[in-house]
């Protein structure tokens, strides 16, 4: 039997296509397919380390994982990964390839379809059903030309497409009933049907307007998706995320929105955890006085951010919080930055320079071209719990504080720590996932961890998703609509 594929695009942005598919998969699963995600192209800086040594977008992760699989650098084999407002890295199967000008990315884009059907035809190989995830619109006309994340990507792979819609933003019917209205009629007849994601109320409310869809559009209708109260509960992958609701405990950790913030899925399992009050703080706010820690985030260019931190006088909220006695972390990038010096003399983040940290460890970091991408298994120096994360990030950090490490990693050390104790930075990501470590990290600041386990918590959540998706749309046509695809060549 040919493997089959069904492609979730959107009316736009932020529809929410990477948990519709996620949830599709988990259904998928639960029925008893073998069933694998799939997204050509992603922009997103909240990247995952793949056990191949790869990275691809944190959401192609979490659908892995909702399909029962291991990640792969195949579910995502083009990544943009923002450094300024108009250019990227781009990441091909995994691996970082070259940077591109946001003008020049058109006439790349033909090029790129070539790894996009080659590791699509590898995925094919591997299960029966491949749910896809589109990227931004089908509607964005001036982008058709070469496309390979939307209609380009579903009529080279011959893939029906299901088109999603958002209530929650408003004018969910000019959003469909528009987006056939501007696209070539040889894509439409791609799409196989509709579906209403994020409605609020009764939805019975809606039944005249989602009949109107069909009577403009001739498309068949799967369902209306009511807002599902769990996504806090998921792992984030857009930055436009970061506002959702979060845990309110009595020790308030504070995190600044970088303008290039990423990975910043670090830190949902201290959000999920009773005793934390998580708030992320959005440019032109000051940090808050009553933070008890300020973690210092992942970021895609630890220089940009560096000014862009100071622009919004963080840098001073930050010392102002430091002399109060309070603690400060730093993941990645805002570890470089908490020292006296990053040096990028070749600009592999962008233009050459050398700019001051924050100067509150005892630490210098100097940009290389190599770029660690590796999953490990690290011990924690104060509390001896182990830790399995990743580390994703080009430069090497070393001074004086160097001499505290944060862990060892097959005994080498990572990470450092000021002489009080109160300042730490490490090269880890994904650290609070581990719920032993998690429990004792708490500890150290008087803090009782929550029971569950957070990927438990995870799982159980992608259950409920498909469970609440089974209910209330048709999962058995849309499924049904997946064409046979046979693998690219």
């Given at each position: 039997m040919p493997t089959r594929a069904i492609m979730i695009q959107g009316t736009g942005s932020n529809v929410g296509k990477s948990m519709l598919v996620a949830g599709l998969c988990r259904a998928a699963l639960r029925r008893g397919i073998s069933v694998a995600p799939f997204k050509p192209q992603n922009m997103s800086n909240n990247a995952a380390v793949t056990d191949e040594g790869g990275e691809i977008g944190r959401a192609q992760a979490l659908q892995a994982m909702a399909s029962g699989r291991t990640p792969s650098v195949h579910m995502?084999?083009?990544?943009?990964?923002?450094?300024?407002?108009?250019g990227s890295q781009i990441v091909i199967q995994g691996k970082a390839q070259s940077r591109?000008?946001?003008r020049d990315f058109g006439g790349a884009r033909g090029v790129l379809l070539k790894p996009v059907l080659e590791s699509f035809g590898i995925l094919a190989k591997t299960a029966d059903l491949i749910i896809v995830e589109g990227a931004g619109s089908p509607a964005e006309t001036n982008l058709?030309?070469?496309?390979?994340?939307?209609?380009?990507?579903?009529?080279?792979?011959?893939?029906?497409?299901?088109?999603?819609?958002?209530i929650d933003r408003g004018g969910v019917i000019a959003q469909i009933v528009g987006t056939q209205a501007v696209m070539d009629p040889s894509d439409t007849a791609m799409i196989k049907g509709f579906l209403i994601n994020k409605f609020r109320g009764d939805v019975a409310l809606f039944d005249e307007g989602y009949l109107d869809i069909q009577?403009?559009?001739?498309?068949?209708?799967?369902?209306?998706l009511p807002w599902f109260y769990g996504a806090?509960?998921?792992?984030?992958?857009?930055?436009?995320?970061?506002?959702?609701?979060?845990?309110?405990?009595?020790?308030?950790?504070?995190?600044?929105?970088l303008s290039r913030i990423s990975n910043f899925d670090d830190l949902d399992p201290l959000a999920a955890e009773p005793s934390?009050?998580?708030?992320?703080?959005?440019?032109?706010t000051p940090l808050p006085a009553d933070a008890d820690l300020v973690i210092l985030p992942g970021t895609k260019s630890t220089r940009g951010d560096l000014a862009f931190l100071r622009a919004q006088g963080w840098d001073i909220d930050l010392r102002a919080h430091v002399r109060r006695g309070g603690h400060v972390l730093g993941i990645c990038g805002g570890y470089q930055m908490l020292g006296q010096v990053v040096d990028d003399p070749a600009g592999h983040e962008g233009g050459s320079g050398r700019d001051a940290g924050l100067g509150l460890l005892d630490v210098s970091t100097r940009m290389a071209a190599d770029k660690t991408l590796t999953r490990v298994c690290a011990t924690h120096s104060d509390t001896g719990a182990q830790i399995d994360g990743y580390e994703i990030h080009i430069g090497q950090t070393t001074g004086v504080d160097c001499a505290r490490p944060f862990a060892q990693i097959d005994g080498v050390p990572d990470g450092a720590t000021s002489r009080d104790g109160k300042v730490t930075g490490t090269y880890l990501h994904g650290l609070f996932a581990n719920d032993v470590f998690r429990k004792a990290w708490l500890a150290k600041f008087g803090l009782a961890a929550a029971s569950t386990s957070?990927?438990?918590?995870?799982?159980?959540?992608?259950?409920?998703?498909?469970?609440?998706?089974?209910?209330?749309?048709?999962?058995s046509a849309l499924l049904d609509c997946a064409g046979p695809v046979g693998v690219p060549n």
């Open positions: 995502n084999p083009v990544l943009l990964k923002p450094e300024t407002d108009t591109l000008e946001a058709r030309k070469g496309d390979i994340a939307n209609m380009g990507f579903a009529r080279a792979a011959n893939v029906p497409v299901v088109l999603a819609g958002d009577h403009r559009t001739g498309w068949s209708g799967f369902g209306v806090h509960l998921l792992p984030a992958e857009d930055a436009v995320d970061l506002a959702r609701a979060r845990s309110d405990g009595a020790f308030h950790i504070v995190c600044p929105m934390v009050r998580l708030t992320m703080i959005p440019p032109g957070y990927s438990q918590t995870v799982e159980d959540t992608l259950d409920q998703l498909a469970a609440h998706m089974e209910q209330h749309l048709d999962v």
